[in-house]
C-alpha cells in the first residue's frame, strides 16, 4: 500500500537542529514559550530536512506488507505432520510389527498416515537450502559457508549425543542412527563449499544428484569394511556393527545434497524486490510439471524408483501401488512427488495468513527447537509403558533390536524397535 500525501508530507517537514544540538536540555527547561525560544536561538541556523522520496516510502510500506510467511507455514505444517507420525510410531500396537506401507499387511488409513510423512524430510531439507540462500544474502560468501560449516558441525553432533542419548537413554552410546539430523547437518557442511561455485553451477550438481542418483541402485558393497561403510553413507542404507558399537545408516546422503543444493538457488526466487507474481507462477509450473513428470515415469515403471509399482487386489490397493516409493534413499519419483506439491503450495500461500495459520508459522520459525521440544512424546510413551507394568531398565538401549510378532499387544515402540527388552519380559524382543 502507497503512503498517502499527507504522510509524504509529514515526513518532508524540516527537522530542526535543536533536536540534535546541545542546546536541548536548555530548550527543554526554558521557561520561554517554545516557537520564541527556537527563533532567538536557531533563527539564523539552517534547519536539516529529512525526507525520503514517495516511491520509496511505497517500495518500503509495499514491502512490508508483503511480507512471505509461505516458507515457515510450510516448515510448520511439516513438523506437525512429522509429530503425528512418531505418535503413531511409539503408540501404534503394529508400529514395528510391520511397515504401514507393507501392502500386504496394512489398510488404506494406515497406509497414508505413513505415507503423508514422505513429505517432511525433503520439504525441510529443501527449505533448509532457501534458507541459507537467504541468510547469505545479508552476508559475505566467506561469511555464509563459515555459517553453514558451523551449523552442520553442530547438527551432526546434536544428532550423534543429544538425540541419541534420548532416544537409548544409555550414556555408553552404542547404537547410533543416522538420521534427518545428521544428514541436513552433512548437506550443510557440503554445501559450505558449494556456495563458492556459481548458482548456475550449483543448481546443476544438485539436479544430477537428484535425477541420475537412481542409476546407482543395483551398486552394492557387500561386507562391513570402509568402503562398504562410505558406500552406506553415500548411497546405499544399511546397519553396520562396529565392534561395540552399532550405527545405522538411515539417510544416505547423495540424494540429500542434490535437494538442499537446489533449495539454495530457489532462495534467490525470494530476493528483495523480485516480482511475486512471477514467483508465484514458476513455483506454480515447476510444482505441476514435477507431478506430471512423475506420473509419466511411474505409469510405465520408466525410471526412477526401484521398487515398481503393480497392479493389487483391488482398484484401491493398485493406487496405493503407485504412489508408494522408496524413501531410503528418495527416490526421484519420491522428491518429485512430495516437492511438486511443495512448490505448489508454497506458490498459493503467498497471501495474507488466517489466525491459524499464523499460529503454525510460529513452529516453522523455530524448527530446531520444535524438533527436541517434541522428543516429550518419547517421554510420554516411556510413561505409558511404567503404567503398563514395564520397568525403566527396559528402556535401555544396547543394541538395536527386531521385531518379533510377540509383541503384537505391544503398543509402545521403544519396546518392540529400538531398545533391547529383557527376554523374561512378555514383550520380549531379541536383541541383534
Given at each position: 500500500m502507497a503512503a498517502t500525501e499527507p504522510e509524504v508530507a509529514k515526513l518532508q517537514q524540516p527537522v530542526p537542529l535543536f533536536f540534535l544540538s546541545r542546546h536541548y536540555k536548555e530548550y527543554k527547561k526554558s521557561t520561554v514559550p517554545k516557537k520564541s525560544f527556537y527563533h532567538r536561538k536557531f533563527k539564523s541556523m539552517p534547519a536539516i530536512t529529512m525526507t525520503q522520496p514517495a516511491t520509496a516510502i511505497s517500495r518500503t510500506v509495499k514491502a512490508k506488507a508483503k511480507r512471505i510467511e509461505s516458507i515457515d507455514l510450510l516448515r510448520g505444517i511439516v513438523m506437525i505432520i512429522m509429530a503425528l507420525d512418531h505418535v503413531r510410531d511409539y503408540f501404534h500396537n503394529s508400529a514395528f510389527i510391520y511397515d504401514p506401507t507393507d501392502l500386504a499387511q496394512t489398510n488404506v488409513i494406515l497406509f497414508f498416515t505413513r505415507w503423508i510423512t514422505h513429505f517432511c524430510a525433503p520439504v525441510f531439507v529443501f527449505l533448509a537450502g532457501i534458507s541459507a540462500y537467504l541468510y547469505g544474502t545479508k552476508k559475505s560468501r566467506k561469511e555464509l559457508s563459515l555459517f553453514l560449516l558451523k551449523r552442520g558441525v553442530w547438527l551432526v553432533f546434536a544428532e550423534l549425543f543429544i538425540l541419541s542419548l534420548f532416544r537409548t537413554f544409555n550414556p555408553a552410546y552404542p547404537y547410533f542412527n543416522?538420521?534427518?539430523?545428521?544428514?541436513?547437518?552433512?548437506?550443510?557442511?557440503?554445501?559450505?563449499?558449494?556456495?563458492?561455485?556459481?548458482?548456475?553451477?550449483?543448481?546443476?550438481?544438485?539436479?544430477?544428484?537428484?535425477?541420475?542418483?537412481?542409476?546407482?541402485?543395483?551398486?552394492?558393497?557387500?561386507?562391513?569394511?570402509?568402503?562398504?561403510?562410505?558406500?552406506?553413507?553415500?548411497?546405499?542404507?544399511?546397519?553396520?556393527?562396529?565392534?561395540?558399537?552399532?550405527?545405522?545408516?538411515?539417510?544416505?546422503?547423495?540424494?540429500?545434497?542434490?535437494?538442499?543444493?537446489?533449495?539454495?538457488?530457489?532462495?534467490?526466487?525470494?530476493?528483495?524486490?523480485?516480482?511475486?507474481?512471477?514467483?508465484?507462477?514458476?513455483?506454480?509450473?515447476?510444482?505441476?510439471?514435477?507431478?506430471?513428470?512423475?506420473?509419466?515415469?511411474?505409469?510405465?515403471?520408466?525410471?526412477?524408483?526401484?521398487?515398481?509399482?503393480?497392479?493389487?487386489?483391488?482398484?484401491?490397493?493398485?493406487?496405493?501401488?503407485?504412489?508408494?516409493?522408496?524413501?531410503?534413499?528418495?527416490?526421484?519419483?519420491?522428491?518429485?512427488?512430495?516437492?511438486?506439491?511443495?512448490?505448489?503450495?508454497?506458490?498459493?500461500?503467498?497471501?495474507?495468513?488466517?489466525?491459524?495459520?499464523?499460529?503454525?508459522?510460529?513452529?516453522?520459525?523455530?524448527?530446531?527447537?520444535?524438533?527436541?521440544?517434541?522428543?516429550?512424546?518419547?517421554?510420554?510413551?516411556?510413561?505409558?509403558?511404567?503404567?503398563?507394568?514395564?520397568?525403566?531398565?527396559?528402556?535401555?538401549?544396547?543394541?538395536?533390536?527386531?521385531?518379533?510378532?510377540?509383541?503384537?499387544?505391544?503398543?509402545?515402540?521403544?519396546?518392540?524397535?529400538?531398545?533391547?527388552?529383557?527376554?523374561?519380559?512378555?514383550?520380549?524382543?531379541?536383541?541383534?
Open positions: 543416522l538420521q534427518v539430523i545428521w544428514a541436513i547437518g552433512i548437506c550443510m557442511i557440503t554445501l559450505s563449499a558449494l556456495v563458492y561455485m556459481s548458482r548456475r553451477l550449483i543448481l546443476l550438481t544438485g539436479i544430477l544428484l537428484i535425477a541420475a542418483h537412481n542409476l546407482l541402485d543395483n551398486v552394492h558393497i557387500p561386507g562391513d569394511g570402509i568402503l562398504s561403510f562410505i558406500w552406506a553413507l553415500l548411497h546405499e542404507p544399511r546397519l553396520f556393527n562396529l565392534g561395540a558399537f552399532s550405527v545405522n545408516v538411515q539417510y544416505p546422503l547423495l540424494p540429500w545434497i542434490g535437494i538442499m543444493a537446489v533449495g539454495y538457488c530457489f532462495g534467490s526466487f525470494f530476493n528483495r524486490g523480485y516480482d511475486p507474481e512471477k514467483r508465484r507462477k514458476i513455483f506454480l509450473y515447476i510444482g505441476i510439471g514435477a507431478i506430471a513428470l512423475f506420473i509419466i515415469l511411474r505409469l510405465g515403471n520408466f525410471y526412477g524408483d526401484p521398487i515398481e509399482w503393480s497392479v493389487q487386489k483391488n482398484t484401491v490397493f493398485s493406487f496405493l501401488s503407485f504412489l508408494n516409493v522408496t524413501k531410503y534413499p528418495p527416490s526421484l519419483l519420491y522428491i518429485l512427488v512430495t516437492l511438486g506439491p511443495a512448490l505448489i503450495f508454497l506458490a498459493l500461500m503467498e497471501k495474507p495468513l488466517n489466525t491459524w495459520m499464523e499460529k503454525i508459522t510460529i513452529l516453522g520459525r523455530v524448527p530446531m527447537f520444535y524438533y527436541l521440544a517434541h522428543i516429550l512424546i518419547h517421554i510420554f510413551a516411556v510413561v505409558a509403558a511404567l503404567i503398563s507394568g514395564y520397568k525403566l531398565s527396559d528402556m535401555i538401549l544396547s543394541t538395536r533390536g527386531s521385531g518379533r510378532t510377540a509383541v503384537k499387544g505391544l503398543w509402545f515402540r521403544f519396546a518392540n524397535y529400538i531398545w533391547g527388552v529383557d527376554n523374561t519380559h512378555p514383550g520380549f524382543i531379541s536383541n541383534m
